[in-house]
Nanobody
Framework: QVQLVESGGGLVQPGGSLRLSCAAS????????MGWYRQAPGNTRELVAA???????NYANSVKGRFTISRDNAKNTMYLQMNSLKPEDTAVYYC????????????????WGQGTQVTVSS
């Protein structure tokens, strides 16, 4: 079991910055990939950024050059630094953890935080 708690959302003006945090607890040793997703009203949930346990990263084209995903392994916390925010970035941002556990079988699971609202508006 993995528990995820997001924080750091809020209201910011266009061009501003926010840093989102995702604190993971529980069986964090089983996490292979962590990422940030977002969902705006009327839209599907989309991947914003992801990081593997090996440190590789992937970003949506819409946020490349503006957002940076990082982690602090000692704190089991993942961050999303968001700069040069645009109104189009307005959405609920969700933290995701993908786990793989090998026992007699291989089990893969996804865990989600409750989301944090990011609103970019003047």
């Amino acid at each position: 079991q993995v528990q995820l708690v997001e924080s750091g959302g809020g209201l910011v003006q266009p061009g501003g910055s926010l840093r989102l945090s995702c604190a993971a607890s529980g069986s964090t040793f089983s996490i292979n990939i962590m990422g940030w997703y977002r969902q705006a009203p009327g839209n599907t949930r989309e991947l914003v950024a992801a990081m593997s346990s090996a440190g590789s990263t992937n970003y949506a084209n819409s946020v490349k050059g503006r957002f940076t995903i990082s982690r602090d392994n000692a704190k089991n916390t993942m961050y999303l630094q968001m700069n040069s925010l645009k109104p189009e970035d307005t959405a609920v941002y969700y933290c995701n953890a993908h786990t793989i556990v090998v026992h007699t079988t291989i089990q893969e699971k996804d865990y989600w935080g409750q989301g944090t609202q990011v609103t970019v508006s003047s």
